[in-house]
Antibody, heavy 124, light 107 residues
């Protein structure tokens, strides 16, 4: 079975940085794109970033571009999200989501497995 | 930026049919996807590529997509189907886009 295990919750001050990780198992990790999707308290889903299976292509939502960086280590079956210049509005549950194919873009981009989510709190 | 619009809520009686719409410019030219999120849980894919069901998803879930509107239909709705439902599509300028979500209440 596919398993996606995100790192523990984090509390960070505004303007600070935090790195999330997601350890994957149950599938050939390098064959699939990986994504981060977040959900602010009581709000809907917001896609944050995606990375292709080989790691050569990355995509970001405008709301996090130039502040967040997605990366992956296929030798460790792990995807990361490095978040910097964090703002109060970045507070959310962050989900790691497996893409259904190797590329992270295109009309066939969707998510067939999700992690349990990890809470990021940005507060002084 | 590309936007998907969903009704905030839909109410349905047990055993009846619930229809949830998702509207976007020329959405029918794209694939539509649907996710179910029960309270306190992670989202689960229920429909992909407009009308396909992943393994393990009951047959009462079906989807369609034409023109500017995609529709998720739940036939013979059960109390366990009470959840938030999100549509999703991919756009070349906005990349992955989610609708705002529809809360389905079974009463």
């Amino acid at each position: 079975d596919v398993q996606l295990l995100e790192s523990e919750a984090g509390l960070v001050q505004p303007g600070g940085s935090l790195r999330l990780s997601c350890a994957a198992s149950g599938f050939t990790f390098s064959n699939y794109a990986m994504n981060w999707v977040r959900q602010a308290p009581g709000k809907g889903l917001e896609w944050v970033s995606g990375i292709s299976g080989g790691g050569g292509s990355t995509y970001y939502a405008d709301s996090v571009k130039d502040r967040f960086t997605i990366s992956r280590d296929n030798s460790r079956n792990t995807v990361f999200l490095h978040m910097s210049s964090l703002r109060a509005e970045d507070r959310a549950v962050y989900y790691c989501a497996k893409g259904a194919r190797g590329v992270a873009a295109g009309t066939g981009s969707y998510f067939d497995n999700w992690g349990q989510g990890t809470l990021v709190i940005v507060s002084a | 930026s590309y936007e998907l619009t969903q009704p905030p809520s839909v109410s349905v009686s047990p055993g009846q049919t619930a229809s949830i719409t998702c509207s976007g410019d020329k959405l029918g030219d794209k694939y539509a996807y649907w996710y179910q999120q029960r309270p306190g849980q992670s989202p689960v894919l229920v429909i992909y590529q407009n009308n396909k069901r992943p393994s393990g998803i009951p047959e009462r879930f079906s989807g369609s997509n034409s023109g500017n509107t995609a529709t998720l239909t739940i036939s013979g709705t059960q109390t366990m189907d009470e959840a938030d439902y999100y549509c999703q599509a991919w756009d070349s300028s906005s990349f992955v886009v989610f609708g705002e979500g529809t809360k389905v209440t079974v009463l």
